[in-house]
């Protein structure tokens, strides 16, 4: 059963990176890491329900069939696509999901595209930037300021309680007591700037 409380939570912080004062690499770095995050956990794919925003953030990329690179050598296979509501595109579409052949797109017959995310191998909106992953609590930390930054007081309290009935308990960090205590438990500034890795 898909954890509703942690796709509620992560929605409301795309929503809140989006409404940042931040550049739109920041935000697609940012947006990363929270579905980074979220799947550590047993949640659904939620891409839909704030799909506006990771499409204007050029987060998510759209193609229609005709133009996925991989349709050329899978033109049957893609053209049957039109057929399903929903589904996964592996990098061999043509044979099921392993650790050799991953997910690399998925299909919505509503839209008629097929979509991709930042920092994926069929991802051509911004080839030269290569995401910066947080740790957990590092980017709670980063959120919980930002929502502070933007008075908004819900997604402050929701991540403060994500942090200490999820982070510490269910993806401990390697760091000490003492380190974590002092990285995020006392008065401290994050830079005001993230920095996105150029590769």
């Known amino acids: 059963m898909s954890m509703w409380e942690v796709e509620y939570i992560i929605e409301q912080t795309i929503k809140l990176i989006d409404s940042a004062q931040r550049p739109a690499c920041e935000k697609r770095n ?11 956990f047993d949640t659904s794919h939620t891409h839909f329900r704030v ?7 050029q987060y998510m990329q759209a ?8 349709y050329t050598d899978h033109p049957k296979y893609f053209d049957g696509l039109l057929e399903t509501r929903f589904a996964w595109i592996y990098d061999n579409p ?6 050799d052949n991953p997910e690399v797109a998925f299909w919505d017959s509503e839209s008629q595209r097929l979509y991709v995310d930042f920092a994926t191998p069929y991802y051509t909106l911004n080839p030269d930037e290569t995401p910066t ?6 980017f709670a930390f980063i959120i919980i300021k930002e929502a502070n930054k933007q008075q908004n007081k819900g997604v402050v309290y929701d991540w ?3 942090t200490l009935f999820y982070l510490l308990a269910m993806l401990p960090s390697e760091k000490t007591t003492t380190q974590l205590k002092q990285a995020y438990f006392t008065e401290n500034e994050l830079p005001t700037t993230l920095e996105v890795g150029v590769s």
Not at 64 to 70: L, N, S, Y
Not at 94 to 99: F, G, I, L, Q, T
């Open 30 to 40: 940012l947006i990363h890491n929270a579905y980074h995050l979220q799947a550590a």
């Open 133 to 138: 992953r947080h740790e957990p609590l590092e």
């Open 94 to 99: 043509e044979m099921a999901m392993s650790k």
């Open 63 to 70: 193609y229609a069939i005709k133009d996925f690179p991989a």
């Open 51 to 57: 799909k506006d925003i990771l499409l204007d953030t």
């Open 160 to 162: 403060v309680g994500f």
